[in-house]
């Protein structure tokens, strides 16, 4: 039951739970405290919404900041994206495999706010060997969600 | 001037749902669940390869029969996913959907006065296709009790000296009912000990919840005797590519051919070749939908039941066939008195046979939010009956 209700709950945490148990077939209660155990093992960490930012007259520019690291004997690479993530504009850290170490998402208002957090925070990081930093000019699909496209149901309303 | 019409076609009746379709596409704000085909849009690689296909320019006719590498794939996934052994070249053909494949499979098989045996409800196109094909429909009237199979003393009552063909419309539209290997082998000992053919009509096959499709071509002594239907438009979401396909014995499937090469030349070419796509590099596109299928089949279930309704559970196709008997309306009245007050347009079990008196065709190849409004509304809707 639990892969089902995360599987559901991933695309729509908007869902409540009386919907969520009827498409399990499952009692309410029970589905309940399953959400409540998975939310309480951190295994569901939180409830996002997915925002078209464009269509907002909020400035909002986001990066993808690929930084290559040396690791600590011991801690690997986590001491070091821990001293990464724990700053309020960054969005993600990943850990990659390939070229880079690690990838990491930073929010601003402005390039400039992005470019010098960049320079004054995460190029003096001790760990830190080099970044290179992208900017995302514009979000196609995110979440598996294409964002800008309404889908309308052309089909005929009633056929056999 | 003489009369310029066929009595035969001018005295088919036309189908009951068009009028309600009429009616529908009137009302512009109306939550349909009267919709027969998937909400889905074709996968992406297929409508790629379809528009792969048209940059390459393959606009050309392909063979009567269809292009030989659908015809292998068709195969090789009736094996894998039914376990049934077909000829690509001597036994399968590409049709224009699996309507097509319906009426050929009438007309290379009836001669005038033949009766063909139609378990009701069941898709609309049957009974036409059989009285065009100079064949005498008999109706089997299935039972809700039975979950809406057809049973081996059903079949059993039904049978004359004179019937020929035995339509097996599983999983079906409009009840959602399917067939397991036990009922099938029933339903094989007989036609084999009467000596009667099946046109087994199998196209909501991939859409099966609970448990793999069984085909009774696959039953031992029934291939000799069986044309399987099936298509692509339920498992692809490919109902507008107009695309199906018919197997069988060669020497029945030769005579379709022969009808299919004058009066319809090829399936479209384009559709074939996405289709290909489809077999080859899809299982995982229709296995998310059969999901979210299954998702929306227990919501309906849990509502129609939560609300005091009997429903027996579906467990293929996309629709659900609630019964609405004790509200002292017929099926056609409650759809239409639905539609106007709460505008929700559901298709009256009655479209499809005798049979769908008392019961309303649901389809749930629809959005979670329009099914949840649409069962908000029915529960209000069946308040105000009370």
Redesign the interface.
């Known amino acids: 039951m639990r892969e089902?209700i995360l599987?559901?709950l991933e695309k729509?945490s908007k869902?409540n739970v009386a919907?969520l148990?009827?498409?399990?077939?499952e009692p309410e209660a029970a589905v309940a405290n399953e959400i409540a155990e998975m939310e309480k093992e951190h295994i569901i960490c939180g409830y996002h919404t997915l925002i078209n930012w464009d269509k907002t007259s909020e400035e909002k520019v986001t990066a993808l900041i690929e930084v290559k690291v040396t690791p600590q004997r011991g801690n690997g690479f986590d001491a070091i994206a821990e001293r990464i993530y724990n700053y309020s504009e960054v969005n993600a850290v990943y850990l990659m495999s390939g070229g880079f170490d690690l990838t990491v998402m930073i929010d601003g208002k402005t390039l400039k706010e992005v470019a010098l957090f960049v320079a004054n925070k995460l190029a003096p990081l001790e760990s830190v060997l080099s970044t290179s930093t992208h900017f995302v000019l514009k979000k196609y699909k995110d979440h598996g969600t294409i964002l800008d496209v309404l889908q309308n149901?052309e089909?005929?309303?009633?056929?056999? | 001037m003489r009369n310029p019409l066929s009595d035969k076609v001018v005295g088919i009746q036309p189908?009951g749902?068009r009028k309600?379709?009429d009616i529908?596409?009137e009302m512009k704000d109306?939550i349909?669940l009267?919709?027969?085909?998937p909400?889905f849009d074709t996968p992406w690689k297929i409508r790629e390869e379809g528009i792969y296909t048209l940059e390459k320019g393959r606009t050309y006719y392909t063979s009567n029969s269809g292009l030989k590498d659908l015809r292998v794939e068709i195969c090789s996934f009736l094996k894998r996913r039914y376990g049934l052994i077909y000829d690509a070249d001597e036994e399968t053909f590409v049709t224009v959907g699996g309507s097509e494949a319906i009426d050929l499979a009438f007309r290379a098989m009836l001669n005038p006065g033949d009766e063909v045996i139609i378990p009701q409800p069941s898709?609309?196109?049957y009974l036409p296709c059989a009285v065009l094909a100079d064949g005498v429909p008999v109706i089997i009237n299935l039972k809700e009790e039975n979950e809406f199979r057809l049973t081996g003393e059903e079949l059993l009552s039904a049978i004359t000296p004179k019937t020929k063909i035995l339509v097996l419309p599983f999983p079906n539209?409009p009840t959602g009912a399917v067939m397991t290997k036990e009922n099938l082998q029933e339903i094989a000992d007989i036609c084999i000990d009467k000596d009667i053919f099946v046109v087994s009509d199998e196209i909501y096959s991939e859409l099966t919840y609970g448990g793999k499709h069984c085909s009774i071509a696959s039953i031992p002594g029934m291939k000799e005797r069986t044309i399987v239907i099936n298509g692509f438009s339920k498992s692809h979401a490919m109902t507008g590519w107009r695309l199906g396909y018919a197997c069988g014995p060669n020497n029945i499937i030769k005579q379709m051919v022969k009808i299919h090469q004058f009066a319809i030349m090829c399936a479209p070419t384009n559709s074939q070749y996405a289709a290909v796509e489809g077999l080859r590099n899809c299982d995982a596109d229709v296995e998310n939908m059969r999901?979210e299928y299954d998702?929306?089949r227990?919501?309906m279930?849990?509502?129609l039941r939560?609300m005091g309704l009997k429903c027996f559970e579906p467990f293929g196709a996309f629709y659900i066939f609630p019964n609405i008997a004790k509200f002292g309306l017929t099926s056609e009245e409650f759809a239409m008195r639905f539609l106007e007050e709460h505008k929700v347009?559901v298709?009256p079990g009655t479209?499809f046979g005798d049979s769908g008196e008392g019961f309303l065709r649901m389809s749930y190849a629809?959005s979670?939010n329009n099914l949840?409004t649409a069962m908000e509304r029915l529960e209000i809707f069946i308040k105000s009956l009370n």
């Open positions: 089902t599987a559901i729509n869902i919907d148990a009827a498409m399990l077939g149901d089909r005929m309303s009633v056929t056999p | 189908s749902i309600f379709f529908v596409s109306a349909s009267g919709v027969g085909e909400d898709y609309v196109s539209n999901t998702r929306r227990k919501f279930l849990t509502k939560g347009a298709v479209a629809s979670l949840k």
